[in-house]
């Protein structure tokens, strides 16, 4: 079982993913909690690239590095442990790449879904969480939690592009993507209904 977390900045993916990975190991599986872009050890050096607010990068570049994240946390980490028989659950994946580069920075949807498919070797997620939640609410959530890094740092219509991509991707696969509003700061509400929602898909 293969779940991702996916959501704009300050929509609480962290918080619920690792009370996710709490509860199902409560009840007795085996779950491995990662996350992109960083999910590996190189992964690691291309998330500090990719947030690094003096980065200065073109958009293509961006769109490959988080394909080359990608590619070594689908081989090295999440294929491996789905072959263990984990519950794997991933802080982003190929949905923040469609929502961002496409959504955010206007890059083309073919490019990128082609992209997206490579470096994901064509795993797609059994289950994907969308955490929304609006920029306005959002941003001032991540702000508390530290410096802005190059995404949080992006002009409002930026991330209102980003929301409106997530919600669209919704709509069009409304088996695999369950939108869950996170506007209201009750953390226990939202969490039930995440795992109302596994649940039924486990
Ligand atoms: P986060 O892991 O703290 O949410 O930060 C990762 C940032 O990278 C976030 O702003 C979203 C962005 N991102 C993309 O733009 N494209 C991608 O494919 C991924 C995985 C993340």
Same mark, same amino acid.
């Given at each position: ?5 996916? *959501? %704009? ?9 690792? +009370? ?5 190991? =409560? ?9 992109? %872009? ?11 690239? $990719?947030?690094? @607010? ?5 958009? #293509? #570049?961006? &769109? ?11 081989? /090295? &980490?999440?294929? @491996?442990?789905?072959?263990?028989? /984990?519950? &794997?659950?991933?802080?982003?994946? !190929?949905?923040? #790449? $469609? ?8 890059? %083309?949807?073919?490019? &990128? ?8 070797? *064509? ?9 929304? !939640?609006? @920029? ?9 939690? =530290? ?13 209102? +592009? ?11 696969? %409304? ?22 929602? !596994?649940?039924?898909?486990?």
């Amino acid at each position: 079982m293969f779940i991702t977390f996916e *959501g %704009p900045e300050g929509c609480g993916k962290s918080t619920h993913s690792k +009370k996710l990975k709490s509860y199902l190991e =409560g009840k007795g599986h085996k779950v491995l909690l990662t996350q992109e %872009p960083g999910g590996t050890q190189v992964g690691k050096h291309i998330r500090s690239l $990719l947030l690094n @607010p003096e980065s200065v990068l073109d958009e #293509t #570049t961006e &769109v490959y590095l988080f394909a080359a994240d990608r590619s070594e946390h689908v081989s /090295k &980490v999440v294929l @491996p442990a789905l072959k263990e028989g /984990k519950v &794997v659950i991933s802080d982003r994946y !190929v949905d923040s #790449t $469609l929502a961002y580069q496409i959504g955010g920075r206007g890059l %083309p949807e073919d490019l &990128v879904r082609y992209i997206n498919m490579v470096s994901s070797k *064509g795993l797609i997620p059994d289950l994907t969480l969308l955490l929304d !939640v609006s @920029p306005e609410v959002g941003i001032k959530r991540a702000a508390q939690v =530290g410096a802005a890094d190059r995404f949080e740092k992006e002009k409002i219509q930026f991330h209102q +592009k980003v929301r409106a991509k997530y919600l669209e991707l919704a709509q069009n696969d %409304p088996e695999r993507i369950k939108v869950i509003k996170t506007d209201s700061r009750d953390i226990d509400k939202v969490q039930e209904k995440i795992r109302g929602i !596994v649940e039924t898909k486990l």
